[in-house]
Structures are given as C-alpha cells and as structure tokens.
T-cell receptor, first 116, second 112 residues
C-alpha cells in the first residue's frame, strides 16, 4: 500500500516563473493538505482540498493556488515566484473531516523548491 | 489563537538513554489533539504519537510516550532507549479544525 507520494523531488526555478507540484494521497484518503516549510522552521499550512474544493486556507497570497482531481490527487501552483518561496513543500493526506483523522494524517516526502 | 512552543532548539542524548523533548501549547478550545512528528534529513514528516485532550491516559507507541499535563498545557515527548537512528528534527503540532499548527522543532542528536 503506497503512502503519500509527491513529485518532483527537487525543483529549481527563477524569480517570476510559475511552478506546479503534485501529490497523490494515501489509498483510502480523500483530503489533501499542503504545507510550506522554510529552512529552520516548522511547516505552515497553505490550504486543504476536499471533494475537489478548497475547504480551508492559511495566510498565503493568491499566487498560491491548487486543485484536486476526482481521484483525490492534488496540485499546488505558485505563480510569480519570489526568492522567499524557496522551501520544502509537504503534502499530507487524511480520511475525511476533522476528528476522523487524528491518527491518520500522513505526509509525503516533500518537494524541495529552490528559487534563484 | 492556537500556538505551539518548543523551547529546545537542540538536544543531545547518549545511545540507550532516555530523552524528553518539551512542548507547550496554547488554546481556548476544550477539545484538541496533539501530535509529534519526526523529520529526518530526507524531509518526510513521520507520525509518531497522538494525544487527545479527553484521553484519560498518556499515549504510548513503542519507545515513544507522551507526558500529557493538561493543567500545565504541556505535551512532552519521551523517547526511551535512544537509538542512533533517532537523530532527526522533532516537531510538536496541534490540530486546529482541519489543519495542523507546528512548533519550531527540536533537533535531537544521539551519540554512541
């Protein structure tokens, strides 16, 4: 049973470019959350997708957008990249609504984005 | 607002010894959940242990136990019989509706 998978593993972009990161949730999970982890910090919540809709959003600008597909996989898009967007981007999957996943929010290996 | 505080940037422990990693939290919600994750240098966040605010007993998972002191709002992770493979970053987190709020982490180094 595959866990949460993310692609690509590493990515290098230049300022102003756009990037798309991908995540496939753990089998049986239908909710995907994205987190940004800057160097030396804890992960920060970006947004969450459930039933193909953005259900909750953290304090991130509109340059960060996402999508969830019918098979529950998800994409994170970042437009007009800034140097400060360099970070590890983590995807987490869980089964459904809060309270049902307390022991089951699992993270993928992350995508390390470097913006030059 | 909910907040997680980890005051130990780094900890050292000798192999086979026990170590406690500190975590305090702040919330006004009567119902909440607390988590510990391990993050090796590879980057993946590995779930270790969970404690619900209404759980009567401290959570345990193998060599990991959570010392939950509700009145003091602390949820310290205890690792018994440390192993070299335990060297990693450790994050305490709290559930806030459908998302997790993380602390800044503690880097644990286990030496022979």
């Amino acid at each position: 049973d595959a866990g949460v998978t993310q692609s690509p593993t590493h990515l290098i972009k230049t300022r102003g470019q756009q990037v798309t990161l991908r995540c496939s949730p753990k089998s049986g999970h239908d909710t995907v959350s994205w987190y940004q982890q800057a160097l030396g910090q804890g992960p920060q919540f970006i947004f969450q997708y459930y039933e193909e809709e953005e259900r909750q959003r953290g304090n991130f600008p509109d340059r960060f957008s996402g999508h969830q597909f019918p098979n529950y996989s998800s994409e994170l898009n970042v437009n007009a990249l800034l140097l400060g967007d360099s970070a590890l981007y983590l995807c987490a999957s869980s089964p459904g609504l809060a309270g049902a996943w307390d022991n089951e929010q699992f993270f993928g290996p992350g995508t390390r984005l470097t913006v030059l | 607002a909910q907040k997680i505080t980890q005051t130990q940037p780094g900890m050292f422990v000798q192999e086979k010894e026990a170590v406690t990693l500190d975590c305090t939290y702040d919330t006004s919600d009567p119902s909440y959940g607390l988590f510990w994750y391990k993050q090796p240098s590879s980057g993946e966040m590995i779930f270790l242990i969970y404690q619900g605010s209404y759980d009567q007993q401290n959570a345990t998972e193998g060599r990991y136990s959570l010392n939950f002191q509700k009145a003091r709002k602390s949820a310290n992770l205890v690792i018994s019989a440390s192993q070299l493979g335990d060297s990693a970053m450790y994050f305490c987190a709290m559930r806030d509706t459908d998302k997790l709020i993380f602390g800044t982490g503690t880097r644990l180094q286990v030496f022979p």
